[in-house]
């Protein structure tokens, strides 16, 4: 361990959010740099700090801090000096001279203890001495709140959130219910609360462990994209997270139930356990869906007329799935839309732009993601926006809240007479709920999608619980077109969902199985793909083509491709900055995915002359972009994504970001490339199922290249299995 003691001579850098710091030290007649969260420094400060010294290749020797204290200066020179750095507001260097002069080496007491004599100080009122007596209580405070939790291994910046959140109440709640961090602080689970509380001393059948331990596996059922979970796997769970056997948990469960934070509802099979906001956002969702499906009376002879006018000006003709999607749509509140690729979903939703436009309607086009919002508008001809820059995002209302803001809501809904939202089964049912809220009463909904597609990342299965309720006219396009006949992704994808055998040793311009026997051979097959084969048998760039496979994990998986990948498709090269983070290296160049909802991470689209052409919040987990420049002097590395957005990540925030060479399959979820790459050895059964099949293939726009063995692909086709999850709109829809 090396340290450093010195005075703060200049903060280089700092990032308020994280604490985040580059210093200059004068230490020993010299100027020394420390790298490191440094919450609440000022300049002028005495500080010893403990750390690693690392040379950095452009600024050379860095101490980066593990800790740090902050020493109150005694001697008056020391004193002066500190007070004239402008640590403290409202005190120069000449009114810290004269401060000193008056009250020398006891200046430090008089201003803790009797602030009100430091207006013997011409040119400090009564008002200004309280001021700046507060101002050094509260850094003495944090000072004092920052050694205490080290005495716990807390890292000094969460220590910073704890003290933002907290302030003196800290203390308590430190030593008697750690677990409410978990509730009140963003970044912090059951995990880490659970790891403070074994370190102060909390016993493992405490009611605050166990009560945090219910809240936390029902958290980690929503990740896994569940709404409630049967009380019998929740009882399970939770006992094998806490590592005790709870006879009892019922009554835990109980209490957290008077105390609003579950609900629990009896069904035929037993009780279920939601986490009462989400019980409540399904019976939202639910409402809003009934309120809005009015029932409109329409003259049948003016929609075949309007039918007829559309006909003519495409020059194509609906089929009669399409015309019937016109009429329910032209009579009904809520319509939902559903079918494979090549049934006309497109055709249909621009046969629906052009009649609601006839009839003098305004009509909204989105989709969940910026790749879908981009395809909608291109075969479309309207514009087309992400369902969150629709509901104007504008970020968390405060750090530690759950509900994310928008600026469209119920009191300022979207001015819209018609909205069509395309693939549907990748809306969860938060952002369903913040969507519904936003839609005026008689606004007419069309919601479109392929139900035989994966559900949402997030937790849920809107689309598919929407029709099972069978409260809603549904439209199932089944005709495959002739146009898309010609392309085997399509017909053979229709084949996988159906459960039809698909000849993979067919000749086949955009339907290539190549056998591969071993993982390394499967590999080897793929970087002879991406580097030469694809792009130039298609004309389109290695950027362009996604290897998509169906688990993270394992020789196959997406984890380790990446490293192999990045090696051949973005290899190290001079003046290529890098950036080494937990699981390896990130380098300018590489392709990057969003792996989290970040609310709050700020983009822009450069424009002429240095001023960006449009700018917002929120990046969104499985957006997908490239490295554009790495620094590592300010600790930030930037990203274009689609649209030009450029994001400014902190070093603090590359957790939120990997390697996107390789990506799973239900991250490939409702984008569309113009060729993928699939590598198929074995897996789980469970995991590999016809559906994953079935989304992988029709991910691909040109061309699908599956490589591995035959078997495997045959056994994904035949295995119907589906991966549980519990949601229950449909209930609710039925229930209301």
Same mark, same amino acid.
């Given at each position: 361990? +090396?340290?450093?003691?010195?005075?703060?001579?200049?903060?280089?850098?700092?990032?308020? &959010?994280?604490?985040?710091?580059?210093?200059?030290?004068?230490?020993?007649?010299?100027?020394?740099?420390?790298?490191? @969260?440094?919450?609440? #420094?000022?300049?002028?400060?005495?500080?010893?700090?403990?750390?690693?010294?690392?040379?950095?290749?452009?600024?050379?020797?860095?101490?980066?801090?593990?800790?740090?204290?902050?020493?109150?200066?005694? &001697?008056?020179?020391?004193?002066?000096?500190?007070?004239?750095?402008?640590?403290?507001?409202?005190?120069?260097?000449?009114?810290?001279?004269? @401060?000193?002069?008056?009250?020398?080496?006891?200046?430090?007491?008089? @201003?803790?203890?009797?602030?009100?004599?430091?207006?013997?100080?011409?040119?400090?009122?009564?008002?200004?001495?309280?001021?700046?007596?507060?101002?050094?209580?509260?850094?003495?405070?944090?000072?004092?709140?920052?050694?205490?939790?080290?005495?716990?291994?807390?890292?000094?910046?969460?220590?910073?959130?704890?003290?933002?959140?907290?302030?003196?109440?800290?203390?308590?709640?430190?030593?008697?219910?750690?677990?409410?961090?978990?509730?009140?602080?963003?970044?912090?689970?059951?995990?880490?609360?659970?790891?403070?509380?074994?370190?102060?001393?909390?016993?493992?059948?405490?009611?605050?462990?166990?009560?945090?331990?219910?809240?936390?596996?029902?958290?980690?059922?929503?990740?896994?994209?569940?709404?409630?979970?049967?009380?019998?796997?929740?009882?399970?769970?939770?006992?094998?997270?806490?590592?005790?056997?709870?006879? +009892?948990?019922?009554?835990?469960?109980?209490? #957290?139930?008077?105390?609003?934070?579950?609900?629990?509802?009896?069904?035929?099979?037993?009780?279920?356990?939601?986490?009462?906001?989400?019980?409540?956002?399904?019976?939202?969702?639910? $409402?809003?869906?009934?309120?809005?499906?009015?029932?409109?009376?329409?003259?049948?002879?003016?929609?075949?007329?309007?039918?007829?006018?559309?006909?003519?000006?495409?020059?194509?003709?609906?089929?009669?799935?399409?015309?019937?999607?016109?009429?329910?749509?032209?009579?009904?509140?809520?319509?939902?839309?559903?079918?494979?690729?090549?049934?006309?979903?497109?055709?249909?939703?621009?046969?629906?732009?052009?009649?609601?436009?006839?009839?003098?309607?305004?009509?909204?086009?989105?989709?969940?993601?910026?790749?879908?919002?981009?395809?909608?508008?291109?075969?479309?001809?309207?514009?087309?926006?992400?369902?969150?820059?629709?509901?104007?995002?504008?970020?968390?209302?405060?750090?530690?809240?759950?509900?994310?803001?928008?600026?469209?809501?119920?009191?300022?809904?979207?001015?819209?007479?018609?909205?069509?939202?395309?693939?549907?089964?990748?809306?969860?049912?938060?952002?369903?709920?913040?969507?519904?809220?936003?839609?005026?009463?008689?606004?007419?909904?069309?919601?479109?999608?392929?139900?035989?597609?994966?559900?949402?990342?997030?937790?849920?299965?809107?689309?598919?619980?929407?029709?099972?309720?069978?409260?809603?006219?549904?439209?199932?396009?089944?005709?495959?077109?002739?146009?898309?006949?010609?392309?085997?992704?399509?017909?053979?994808?229709?084949?996988?969902?159906?459960?039809?055998?698909?000849?993979?040793?067919?000749?086949?311009? &955009?339907?290539?199985?190549?056998?591969?026997?071993?993982?390394?051979?499967?590999?080897?097959?793929?970087?002879?793909?991406?580097?030469?084969?694809?792009?130039?048998?298609?004309?389109?760039?290695?950027?362009?083509?996604?290897?998509?496979?169906?688990?993270?994990?394992?020789?196959?998986?997406?984890?380790?491709?990446?490293?192999?990948?990045?090696?051949?498709?973005?290899?190290?090269?001079?003046?290529?900055?890098?950036?080494?983070?937990?699981?390896? @290296?990130? $380098?300018?160049? +590489?392709?990057?995915?969003?792996?989290?909802?970040?609310?709050?991470?700020?983009?822009?689209?450069?424009?002429?002359?240095?001023?960006?052409? &449009?700018?917002?919040?929120?990046? =969104?987990?499985?957006?997908?972009?490239?490295?554009?420049?790495?620094?590592?002097?300010?600790?930030?590395?930037?990203?274009?994504?689609?649209?030009?957005?450029?994001?400014?990540?902190?070093?603090?925030?590359?957790?939120?970001?990997?390697?996107?060479?390789?990506?799973?399959?239900?991250?490939?979820?409702?984008?569309?490339?113009?060729?993928?790459?699939?590598?198929?050895?074995?897996?789980?059964?469970?995991?590999?199922? $016809?559906?994953?099949?079935?989304?992988?293939?029709?991910?691909?726009?040109?061309?699908?290249?599956?490589?591995?063995?035959?078997?495997? =692909? #045959?056994?994904?086709?035949?295995?119907?299995?589906?991966? $549980?999850?519990?949601?229950?709109?449909?209930?609710?829809?039925?229930?209301?």
């Amino acid at each position: 361990m +090396d340290s450093i003691s010195g005075y703060v001579n200049k903060i280089v850098y700092r990032n308020e &959010d994280n604490g985040y710091a580059v210093v200059e030290l004068f230490s020993g007649g010299e100027e020394k740099t420390v790298v490191g @969260i440094l919450p609440m #420094l000022s300049e002028g400060e005495y500080i010893k700090a403990e750390g690693t010294m690392k040379k950095h290749p452009i600024y050379g020797d860095q101490l980066v801090v593990d800790n740090y204290e902050i020493e109150t200066p005694e &001697d008056a020179v020391s004193i002066e000096r500190y007070l004239g750095s402008g640590a403290i507001k409202g005190i120069g260097p000449a009114l810290a001279a004269r @401060i000193v002069k008056r009250f020398g080496a006891d200046t430090f007491r008089i @201003i803790e203890e009797e602030p009100e004599r430091l207006s013997e100080v011409k040119g400090i009122s009564t008002r200004k001495a309280m001021e700046l007596g507060s101002q050094v209580a509260e850094k003495r405070d944090m000072r004092q709140a920052m050694l205490f939790l080290q005495k716990y291994g807390i890292s000094l910046n969460l220590a910073a959130k704890i003290f933002k959140q907290y302030g003196s109440e800290l203390y308590s709640i430190i030593e008697q219910n750690p677990y409410r961090l978990a509730d009140d602080i963003a970044g912090v689970g059951f995990r880490i609360a659970d790891e403070i509380a074994n370190r102060v001393g909390i016993r493992a059948d405490s009611d605050y462990r166990i009560k945090s331990g219910i809240l936390y596996t029902l958290l980690q059922a929503l990740t896994a994209g569940h709404t409630y979970l049967p009380m019998e796997e929740l009882v399970l769970e939770t006992n094998k997270l806490l590592g005790v056997e709870l006879s +009892d948990i019922d009554n835990y469960v109980m209490d #957290l139930v008077m105390e609003k934070r579950l609900i629990v509802k009896k069904e035929e099979g037993g009780p279920i356990v939601y986490a009462a906001r989400y019980y409540y956002m399904e019976m939202n969702v639910a $409402r809003r869906l009934l309120e809005l499906n009015s029932v409109w009376a329409v003259e049948e002879g003016q929609v075949h007329s309007r039918l007829a006018q559309i006909e003519r000006e495409e020059k194509r003709e609906l089929d009669e799935r399409q015309r019937e999607a016109v009429f329910e749509a032209a009579r009904n509140g809520v319509l939902i839309i559903t079918g494979g690729p090549g049934t006309g979903k497109t055709t249909t939703i621009t046969a629906l732009i052009r009649f609601f436009e006839l009839e003098g309607m305004d009509v909204e086009l989105a989709a969940p993601t910026g790749r879908a919002a981009k395809r909608m508008a291109e075969a479309t001809g309207h514009e087309a926006r992400t369902i969150h820059r629709m509901l104007e995002l504008s970020g968390m209302q405060e750090e530690s809240a759950a509900e994310v803001h928008f600026a469209r809501n119920q009191a300022n809904p979207l001015e819209a007479d018609v909205i069509i939202i395309d693939e549907m089964s990748m809306v969860d049912i938060q952002l369903m709920q913040s969507f519904l809220e936003a839609v005026a009463g008689g606004t007419r909904l069309i919601l479109v999608g392929d139900r035989d597609q994966l559900p949402s990342v997030g937790p849920g299965n809107v689309l598919k619980d929407i029709i099972q309720s069978g409260r809603f006219p549904v439209v199932r396009l089944t005709r495959i077109f002739r146009q898309a006949e010609a392309s085997d992704i399509i017909v053979n994808a229709h084949k996988i969902n159906r459960g039809e055998a698909v000849d993979i040793g067919a000749r086949s311009r &955009d339907f290539l199985f190549i056998r591969r026997n071993d993982a390394n051979a499967v590999i080897n097959a793929a970087i002879s793909l991406i580097c030469k084969k694809l792009p130039e048998y298609l004309g389109v760039s290695m950027y362009d083509i996604q290897v998509i496979a169906p688990m993270r994990k394992g020789t196959l998986g997406v984890e380790r491709l990446n490293r192999i990948l990045q090696e051949f498709l973005n290899p190290p090269a001079t003046g290529k900055a890098e950036k080494e983070y937990a699981q390896g @290296i990130f $380098r300018e160049g +590489d392709k990057v995915m969003q792996i989290k909802n970040n609310y709050q991470l700020e983009w822009e689209v450069p424009g002429k002359y240095g001023i960006p052409s &449009d700018c917002g919040t929120g990046v =969104f987990n499985g957006d997908i972009g490239t490295i554009r420049e790495i620094n590592s002097f300010a600790e930030e590395l930037k990203v274009e994504f689609d649209e030009g957005r450029v994001v400014t990540y902190d070093f603090e925030e590359l957790g939120e970001l990997e390697l996107a060479y390789a990506i799973t399959i239900h991250k490939a979820q409702g984008s569309e490339y113009a060729a993928v790459v699939i590598p198929l050895l074995s897996g789980p059964r469970m995991l590999m199922t $016809r559906n994953l099949l079935y989304t992988a293939v029709t991910r691909a726009k040109a061309c699908v290249c599956i490589v591995g063995l035959p078997e495997t =692909f #045959l056994a994904m086709e035949e295995n119907e299995m589906e991966q $549980r999850r519990y949601s229950s709109l449909d209930r609710r829809l039925s229930e209301l």
